[in-house]
Each structure stands twice: as structure tokens, then as C-alpha cells.
T-cell receptor, first 114, second 111 residues
Framework: AQSVTQLDSQVPVFEEAPVELRCNYS??????LFWYVQYPNQGLQLLLK??????LVESINGFEAEFNKSQTSFHLRKPSVHISDTAEYFC????????????FGKGTKLTVNP | DSGVTQTPKHLITATGQRVTLRCSPR?????VYWYQQSLDQGLQFLIQ???????AKGNILERFSAQQFPDLHSELNLSSLELGDSALYFC??????????FGPGTRLTVL
């Protein structure tokens, strides 16, 4: 069975500071990895995904994540955050070739302060 | 807008009652997934349907059931409701093995 650990439940940062949200996963088979973002009172939006190929994936709004197979990690980073990035971020995993169900971490609440 | 629609947005009901949550997937997606989000359990996978057939089952209670219809919309039926069933219920759709797109959710409150 797969599992996802998001090491920080809350991350407060100041505007324009860099941020890293950590995600580690456990799986005995190859996986696909995702980051979803949830703004207050909204649904989940896909931020970025790793399916195959380059281990560094980027989103259109400046976030990036790097798949590290040896460390079983998929940390999310942004070099300079904005107030509008305040949200909850969920890391998720699904297995290649198996059930497509997503297994989520418990989420990291990112708060960007002025 | 993900293209996945869910109705109703909010549902308030009493213990012991039965409710039905509805989901319409994105055009072209064959799979529908149901997830429950609660403060204590986080986001939990309940069940997946693919082109009308049940494909995977997660932590879904026996009091809960789902189906996917020929037009690919799906319904999640929750019966004998308990206080602990209060949660956000999300539907997602995909054309496997691609990423899942989530609807806005149905917030269920059981009083």
C-alpha cells in the first residue's frame, strides 16, 4: 500500500520569501506524483504532476517540484511567494499500472504574510 | 473551472436520513472517483467507477453506495447518516492514467 507524508502541517512565510513544502512517499511499485492546491472554501486544483521523463516539473504560476526516487520525495518549491499563494497544498500518489486512486498526504497550510 | 460539476453544494440533514450526491464528469472522461475530506481523516478515497463498472474500492462504509450511469454521471448514496459522516465529498474524473480533475465538492452537515 502507498502512503504520503507531508512533514509540515503549517508553513508561515513572508511575501517574496522562498518556500519549500516537503512530501515523502512510500510505495513498493512505481508511482505517479501530484501536487494539488485548495483555496479556502474551494475544491482541489491540480498544481503540477510527475508522470515520467524529466524529474523537475513546473507549474504556470512559478511552483516547481522535483521527483527524487532514491529519497522517495517530491518536494514543492517556489522562489518568491505572493499573498495569493496562501492555501492548503496536498501531495498525492497513485501507482503506475494499478488502481488510479489517489492517496493524499494530510496537507500543508501555507500562509503568506505581508 | 475543472469541468466537473457536483450538486448540491451544501446539504444539511438529520441523523438516520439518506442523501444522494450527484457528479457529472468532464466531457470525455470515463472514470469517476469519490473522495471524502474531513478534519480528522483528511482526504480519503471512497470508490472509483470506470465506464459504468466499479473499478476500485477504498474506505467506503457499507452504508454508502455509488453507481455510474450510461451517460457517465455518478451518484453517491449515503444512508443511515451519523454525525461523523459530516464532511466535504469530492468527485473527480479522469481519462486514466492521466491526472484527476476535482469538482467543487458537496458539504454535508448531519445534525
Amino acid at each position: 500500500a502507498q502512503s504520503v507524508t507531508q512533514l509540515d502541517s503549517q508553513v508561515p512565510v513572508f511575501e517574496e520569501a522562498p518556500v519549500e513544502l516537503r512530501c515523502n512517499y512510500s510505495s513498493s511499485v512505481s508511482v505517479y506524483l501530484f501536487w494539488y492546491v485548495q483555496y479556502p472554501n474551494q475544491g482541489l486544483q491540480l498544481l503540477l504532476k510527475y508522470l515520467s521523463g524529466s524529474t523537475l516539473v513546473e507549474s504556470i504560476n512559478g511552483f516547481e517540484a522535483e521527483f527524487n526516487k532514491s529519497q522517495t520525495s517530491f518536494h514543492l518549491r517556489k522562489p518568491s511567494v505572493h499573498i495569493s499563494d496562501t492555501a492548503e497544498y496536498f501531495c498525492a500518489v497513485t501507482t503506475q499500472g494499478g488502481s488510479e486512486k489517489l492517496v493524499f498526504g494530510k496537507g500543508t497550510k501555507l500562509t503568506v504574510n505581508p | 473551472d475543472s469541468g466537473v460539476t457536483q450538486t448540491p453544494k451544501h446539504l444539511i440533514t438529520a441523523t438516520g436520513q439518506r442523501v444522494t450526491l450527484r457528479c457529472s464528469p468532464r466531457s470525455g472522461d470515463l472514470s469517476v472517483y469519490w473522495y471524502q475530506q474531513s478534519l480528522d481523516q483528511g482526504l480519503q478515497f471512497l470508490i472509483q467507477y470506470y465506464n459504468g463498472e466499479e473499478r476500485a474500492k477504498g474506505n467506503i462504509l457499507e452504508r454508502f453506495s455509488a453507481q455510474q450511469f450510461p451517460d457517465l454521471h455518478s451518484e453517491l448514496n449515503l444512508s443511515s447518516l451519523e454525525l461523523g459522516d459530516s464532511a466535504l465529498y469530492f468527485c473527480a474524473s479522469s481519462l486514466p492514467p492521466a491526472e484527476q480533475f476535482f469538482g467543487p465538492g458537496t458539504r454535508l452537515t448531519v445534525l
